[in-house]
């Protein structure tokens, strides 16, 4: 009895201990599929509307990276108002109108080329700020409702808009070129065409132009890295070093004939693109393994490394394939765009890291603990308005000159429909969304549009249900996603407790 007592007695005295079930195999694939289930769905569309279609996997690749290349840098301006808890920006409308705004006006003075496009930049960038500034304190005045918010004011910007093309253009303030105008002279013609002044602008910028501006721009951190720290009495950096090596080297190779030849082209083949995206890829994991050596780091992984020079040399192989030759032999992309949107993926990333990056992220995740933490809940947020209106305008810009003429009055409306569509294609949410998401989705959502009217053509015998698919599908996802959001918001899962026998 006595040992029973004490038993029991230990029993009671022995504090509750919670053991945490762990995920299965199983149960982590199911869980990646039911989060991935929009993603997979559009794979799956995508591959059966391909087939269907009729046309080959090279013609759907092409046309999927110059839509890419038209429309990637906007739905990456998306992120930045996701990460500081304020949903998918609808109001990227208004850095569509600041854009073509400023694109007006440099037509209208007679720019042409990288001047117009760079007059059209500086013009639309204070603007941007501006607006979204304005948008950003609203949006304060509103939280919780900010998607809506941004969406209604799309429309009001709108309204704005076309009265100052319709009536203040030519009615109070001059237009200097009058094929701009409306027989009349007052207001601006639906359609401003591009071609002989800034249409490709961006498109038809050299590879070595941006190898030189690269060089350059390492020379100049370099240089400032090291006078900093020798000012400041501290060693000589030695990665900087190397990096102001790596920037003479990028430098010197244009001068090498075969090299300056092949740097010398504004469209880079897909072949070419994965030969030197692997050779950068083998960089960058070497240029991490050595500053390990200099400079060891507990939380340093080898093995990633490793596996980045592995996949590289995979994707190099795959070239020599046969059937993979001849899917990508014809498919090319433009530099600029391209380098553009790879320079917004790596910005996105490397922001996260930044003092402001980790506040929009606490933000994000609760104003309660951002605010106890003293950080400036209402003034982050307006950055990252002003932030994402800026990036949204000037994707505008990269996708009208590439695209080469734009509707007055119409090439602002849809352009956040599609990006937050393409967005959550990729299997982002309202709540998180990152650069691979982005990427994913706008490759699914442009090959649905590209495929759909033939598919529909051979299913149906009538082009306009493939049309009528995309609209009901853009639609359809932004609104499947936020009623999972306000379904998610409400369902809270209960934790589960197991207790030891």
Known sequence: MKNNHDLNQSAVSQPDVIVMQTETPLKKTLSWLFENKVMLMFAALCIGAVAVSGNTVGFVLGNVLIRFGRNGFTVLSLLIPVLAGMGLNFSIVIGAIAAQTGLFFAVDWGLTGMTGMLVAFLITTPLTMLFGFGVGRLFNKMKGAEMIAGLILGYFADGLYQLFFLYILGGILPVRTNSLVIPGGIGIKNTIDLTGNMKYALDLVKLVDLVLALAVLLAIIAIIQIVARRKNGQPFPVKTLVLLVLAALIYGLTFIPAVGDYFRTDRLPIVSTIEMGAAIAVLYAV?????????????????????????????????????????????????????????????????????????????????????????????????????????????????????????????????????????????????????????????????????APEAGAKLFNNAMIGEYFRVFVSYGVIALSLAMHAWQRKTKPALKLEMPD
């Open 287 to 451: 240029w991490k393994l050595v500053s390990h050596k200099l400079r060891p780091d507990g939380k340093f992984r080898v093995r990633r490394c490793l596996m980045i020079i592995g996949v590289a040399a995979a994707l190099y192989a795959s070239t020599y394939i046969p059937l993979v030759y001849s899917i990508i032999k014809n498919a090319s992309i433009a530099v600029l765009p391209f380098a553009l949107i790879a320079g917004l993926c790596v910005f996105n990333k490397v922001f996260l890291s930044t003092r402001l990056g980790q506040n929009m992220r606490t933000v994000g995740q609760s104003q309660v603990i951002a605010n106890a933490s003293g950080i400036h809940v209402d003034r982050v947020r307006v950055i990252a308005m002003i932030m994402s209106t800026v990036l949204a305008g000037w994707g505008q810009l990269i996708y009208l000159q590439n695209l080469g003429t734009f509707a007055t009055y119409g090439a602002h409306l849809q352009v956040g429909q599609f990006a937050i569509a393409a967005l959550l294609v990729g299997g982002a949410s309202v709540q998180k969304a990152t650069n691979k998401q982005a990427i994913t989705g706008i490759i699914l959502f442009h090959t649905l549009f590209i495929v």
